[in-house]
Structure formats: structure tokens, C-alpha cells
């Protein structure tokens, strides 16, 4: 069975799930945005039993765009958001994705609220960023 360790940026709040997710997406909701600072939030969604959370965390409760509370648990020393529950999904945990700093980890097959996308997002070219010493 598949063990993923995801951790705030200082690493005194982790948590391991155990299994795979159940559904890993992403949302544009003007919400995630300010919680993330990025263009959008990924999650990973598990069932409450596949998780073991260690460290202390602080709580942060809102009103999603959807009209139902979301509570976010973030590290008190460095401020990072690792994971959080919601009403329309009780007894499960979502998981912040860039806390397993794991870049294999899956992809989004979910994505949420694109009706607030930043238009340009689908326009972005890849490019390859060597590392300057």
C-alpha cells in the first residue's frame, strides 16, 4: 500500500495517508486563490481512517463559494496550510498537494470553479529552467 508524508513548510505539522486518494482536484474559487497566493489550490481528498496527523495546527473556518463551512488546520509556526475537512465531503480530509512536495504525485482529474480560471492559464508555454549556481 502506497504511504504519502505531507508537511508544512517548517515540518512540525505532518500528516500520512496511507492509500491512495479517493479524488484529487483543483478549484479556481476566488477563496483558494487567497488561501494559496497561486492561481488556483490542489487538493487530495482521503478518507478520515487513512490519515494520521502529527504536530499542532491552528484553525481557520470559512464559507465556501458552494454556501457550506470549510475548515483549514495550518501550521502555527510557518502559516502553511496542509489540510482541511469541509460539509460536502464529511468524514474525509483534503490534503493540501504541494505539501507532499512530491512532483509524481497524481494529477488533478477534478477541476472546480473554472468559471473564475485566470484566462490566461491555458495559454502558458513550458519552458526548461536550468539551475544557475
Known amino acids: 500500500m502506497s504511504s504519502y508524508l505531507a508537511a508544512c513548510s517548517c515540518g512540525k505539522l505532518q500528516i500520512i495517508c496511507e492509500g491512495e486518494p479517493l479524488r484529487v482536484s483543483m478549484c479556481h474559487c476566488l477563496e483558494c486563490q487567497r488561501r494559496t497566493g497561486a492561481v488556483f489550490g490542489n487538493q487530495a481528498w482521503f478518507k478520515q481512517q487513512q490519515v494520521t496527523i502529527s504536530g499542532q495546527s491552528t ?20 502559516g502553511s496550510t ?13 490534503v493540501a498537494v504541494g505539501a507532499f512536495a512530491d512532483p509524481a504525485f497524481s494529477a488533478p482529474s477534478i477541476s472546480a ?18 539551475h544557475i549556481d
Not at 59 to 78: K, M, Y
Not at 82 to 94: I, S, T
Open 113 to 130: 470553479w473554472e468559471v473564475r480560471q485566470h484566462h490566461w492559464l491555458n495559454s502558458l508555454q513550458t519552458i526548461a529552467i536550468q
Open 82 to 94: 496542509v489540510y482541511w475537512e469541509g460539509e460536502a465531503l464529511p468524514d474525509h480530509v483534503a
Open 59 to 78: 484553525q481557520f473556518t470559512r464559507q465556501s463559494d458552494a454556501g457550506r463551512s470549510v475548515s483549514f488546520q495550518f501550521c502555527p509556526s510557518c
